[in-house]
């Protein structure tokens, strides 16, 4: 901002306006990260641009014309799911559920999904 800290930090002080500012542009720029991390969770299809290079050969005669030019197709892709965001956001989201055990050593899913009804169908379904 070509300001010093203290400057700013009074500013701040001197002027709400300033530090409510301030304060929205850091909830919004908060609220698109969350946003970012959510969507790293799934699975999901995006259009991306791909550049292709064509080529045109035009024969006249004894002459041969070459003509190469850059095109951009849309390509769909599929971004895996982000399995590290996945469990960043189980752990903040379901504490109560995902936990970190043994002082932080070692990450456990918590016992008290075993009375979860989904669970036990799932295991009914493994002993089969």
């Known amino acids: 901002m070509g300001i010093h800290r203290d400057t700013l930090n009074e ?14 542009g850091r909830e919004n720029a908060d609220y698109i990260v969350e946003n970012e991390l959510f969507e790293s969770c799934k699975t999901r299809t995006v259009t991306v641009k791909k550049p292709i290079k064509l080529k045109k050969v035009m ?16 390509e769909q892709v599929v971004v895996p ?3 590290t965001a996945q ?5 903040k989201r379901r504490p109560d559920k995902w936990a970190v055990v043994d002082g932080g050593k070692k990450d456990e899913f918590d016992q008290t999904v075993e009375d979860d009804p989904i669970t036990k169908s799932l295991k009914e379904e493994f002993k089969k």
Request: no cysteine; net charge neutral.
């Open 11 to 24: 500013w701040k002080s001197r002027f709400p306006d300033i530090s409510d500012s301030l304060k929205i």
């Open 59 to 74: 024969v006249d005669g004894k002459k041969r014309l070459e003509e190469e030019r850059v095109e951009y197709v849309e």
């Open 81 to 83: 799911a982000n399995v």
């Open 87 to 91: 469990i960043f956001y189980l752990k």
